[in-house]
């Protein structure tokens, strides 16, 4: 039973249209939960007490780190199972995955510059928590500019699915940084073992923004997931069928 479910989302056709299907269940919610946050954190919260204002960018830059990491690594476990069962639905995964991450990462770093310079004086420091996070990006691009530069659909997912495999490793990194190395980059507030250090009512939009994002990443990617698939399956005979339907 498990095993024909997991052949199953190697099929095109089922995962086309499985993808159809859920896109408008994590979209919607993904807006009225970003909406919400955003009302919550821009409006409703205190300023801290520290950083004034300043602190709310948080409600954008948090997220886009959080899902910078989580897509890679979502990116890499769909490239192993690519290489390891030659499921070519997993590649296309893997490939929808890669510029919705390299998008969050992007804004990660612009959001944590701008944090940066009234906070500490400058845009861009060589800590180890930015620098991992700009080594994600080029990894991010890297993959990118390998798929495209490779002609070849099959060359190109086994190449491109190795590169994000190992780059994995760069996640960890990135996530235990400030507590490895001496890093300007603050200590997590959230995502921690013991109770969260932020008030509920800065806590309570953080959360919704957090969850809106993880939600929007899973619409988006459904989304190119079926573009995917349709390049992919453009000459198989149920494209037609299932574009009229």
């Known amino acids: 039973m498990t095993w024909t479910w997991f052949h199953r989302l190697g099929s095109p056709p089922h995962v086309f249209a499985l993808a159809r299907r859920l896109t408008p269940w994590l979209g919607w919610p993904a807006a009225l939960l970003i909406l919400g946050g955003l009302w919550g954190g821009l409006v409703l919260a205190p300023p801290d007490y520290q950083q004034g204002d300043g602190f709310r960018i948080i409600y954008v830059h948090a997220p886009s780190a959080w899902l910078s990491l989580m897509v890679y690594t979502s990116m890499a476990i769909a490239a192993a199972v690519g290489l390891i069962w030659r499921i070519k639905v997993a590649h296309a995964v893997a490939a929808s995955c890669a510029p919705i991450g390299a998008s969050f990462t992007l804004a990660a770093l612009v959001t944590g510059a701008l944090w940066g310079q009234p ?70 507030s959230v995502m921690r073992l013991a109770r969260p250090t932020l008030p509920g009512s800065m806590l309570a939009p953080l959360l919704m923004m957090l969850l809106g994002f993880t939600l929007l990443f899973g619409a988006l990617v459904l989304v190119r997931l079926r573009a995917e698939i349709l390049a992919r399956e453009r000459t198989s005979g149920w494209i037609r069928e299932a574009v009229g339907a």
């Open 119 to 188: 906070m500490w004086g400058t845009f861009w420091q060589w800590d180890p928590r930015l620098t991992s996070e700009l080594i994600l990006f080029f990894l991010y691009l890297g993959y990118m500019g390998l798929r495209a530069g490779i002609e070849d659909t099959q060359r190109a997912d086994r190449a491109s699915g190795v590169l994000a495999v190992v780059g994995v490793v760069n996640v960890p990194i990135i996530h235990y940084s400030v507590t490895w190395w001496n890093s300007l980059h603050q200590a997590p």
